[in-house]
């Protein structure tokens, strides 16, 4: 991304990380790629928000060159302190020599602890302002959106909100604005970035969402430090959240299996056929060969949660293993779920699963085969099937 003039006095100064595709360690597949969004605002006080990644500070600095000399920056503000936004901050403070810098009591403790600086730091929470010329900044605390030290910073002047981790997607692209790119992957990715970053804080989020609601700000614009800036689609994007953070629903299935012999994947298939002939959509996501990024968006509001897997020593498969200890840190609620699969002669897969997530799901009995499923235990999964999708548009 080069420098790009969003409206009158501010600029996107972030870099586009075409080629990231596991983002947060393994845990978040990013297709799509990656951006790091930073602005500059161009006031008597130049103003930074956020800085970028390690690695890409070079590109970031060129791009505030492109506006002005970095020396002259005044004002960093610090929304956020994960290294995807806070990995450049320490080259920051040493071209920026004059700043004061902005940022929660959590935010100053974490980039202490990250960096070993902090720079001239200044500890702003919800209620505190900055008067930066023809702007004034008003910052707002927001907890666990994304970690505990994040905060928004408002302009009314610009009646624009830097949401940093909020309403973010990681969709690397030269575009600035929602309405430039396809309204349905951005959506998508939206989803996805929200299943995958932001589930686990339903609560919180919707508690601030309540909260900011009642600030009654005027926001035309959303600018958060990933992916596309909001400006025709906020309505849609906001009622997302609102939707996302409630742990609403839809009457769909996700079945998520594992098979070593395809034996599992048999019963899978006889389920999912049993579920959708009671006209309940249902997708099958062979764990092993789908990113669990993009079963977790599914999942996010599928009311249904089939899990299967074969049992190998004694447990359930691998990977299914590890993609449930990811689900259950989601602290999802309202979901109905049961598990399926083969043995041989032990068969504890299943109840390896109802252990393991029993934290976030409610389970029904759950179906178990020797060895291969002959034609009654195929039928006896198709009526399982039917009889889930029932309690899925019942109950
Ligand atoms: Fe994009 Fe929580 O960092």
């Known amino acids: 991304m080069t420098t790009k003039l969003i409206k009158e006095g501010i600029y996107s100064v972030g870099v586009v990380d075409w080629n990231?595709?596991?983002f947060h360690g393994y845990t978040y597949v990013t297709k799509?790629?990656?951006?790091?969004?930073?602005?500059l605002i161009i006031d008597e006080k130049i103003t930074l928000i956020d800085t970028v990644r390690e690695g890409f500070q070079k590109e970031l600095i060129e791009n505030i060159k492109n506006v002005v000399?970095?020396?002259?920056?005044?004002?960093?503000?610090?929304?956020?302190?994960?290294?995807?936004?806070?990995?450049?901050?320490?080259?920051?403070?040493?071209?920026?020599?004059?700043?004061?810098?902005?940022?929660?009591?959590?935010?100053?403790?974490?980039?202490?602890?990250?960096?070993?600086?902090?720079?001239?730091w200044v500890t702003v929470k919800s209620g505190q302002s900055l008067n930066i010329g023809k702007r004034t900044l008003d910052f707002i605390d927001?907890?666990?959106?994304?970690?505990?030290?994040?905060?928004?910073?408002?302009?009314?002047?610009?009646?624009?909100?830097f949401s940093n981790d909020g309403f973010g997607q990681h969709y690397a692209t030269n575009k600035i604005f929602d309405d430039e790119v396809n309204f349905d992957v951005l959506m998508d990715e939206s989803q996805k970035y929200y299943a995958n970053i932001l589930w686990p804080f339903n609560m919180l989020v919707s508690?601030?969402?309540?909260?900011?609601?009642?600030?009654?700000?005027?926001?035309?614009?959303?600018?958060?430090?990933?992916?596309?800036i909001w400006r025709k689609y906020i309505p849609e994007i906001m009622q997302k959240y609102l939707y996302w953070s409630s742990h609403s629903c839809k009457n769909r299935v996700a079945v998520v299996y594992e098979t070593m012999w395809n034996s599992t994947e048999k019963m899978a298939k006889k389920i999912i056929e049993g579920i959708?002939?009671?006209?309940?959509?249902?997708?099958l996501f062979d764990v092993t060969k789908n990113d669990r990024t993009d079963i977790s968006s599914y999942m996010l509001d599928a009311k249904g949660w089939v899990f299967g897997s074969s049992t190998h020593d004694g447990e359930m498969l691998p990977v299914i293993a590890g993609f449930l200890h990811f689900l259950k840190g989601s602290k999802a609620k309202g979901r109905k779920s049961f598990a399926f699969g083969s043995y041989g002669w032990s068969g504890e897969a299943v109840k390896d699963i109802e252990d393991t997530i029993s934290n976030v799901t409610s389970f029904e009995p759950s179906l178990r085969v020797v060895y291969s499923?002959?034609?009654?235990e195929l039928d006896k999964c198709f009526q399982v099937g039917k009889s889930f999708a029932l309690k899925i548009k019942n109950e």
């Open 276 to 283: 959708t002939s009671e006209g309940v959509e249902a997708i």
């Open 142 to 161: 927001v907890p666990m959106i994304h970690w505990p030290d994040s905060m928004f910073t408002y302009s009314a002047y610009d009646k624009t909100l």
């Open 69 to 120: 000399d970095p020396s002259k920056i005044d004002v960093i503000i610090i929304n956020h302190i994960e290294p995807d936004h806070s990995g450049a901050f320490a080259q920051i403070l040493k071209i920026c020599p004059n700043a004061k810098v902005y940022g929660t009591e959590k935010a100053r403790q974490g980039l202490l602890k990250y960096y070993g600086v902090c720079g001239d």
């Open 20 to 22: 990231e595709r596991h």
């Open 373 to 376: 499923p002959n034609q009654d």
């Open 207 to 228: 508690s601030k969402l309540a909260a900011i609601g009642k600030l009654s700000l005027d926001i035309k614009f959303i600018a958060p430090s990933h992916g596309l």
């Open 32 to 39: 799509r790629g990656v951006t790091y969004n930073a602005y």
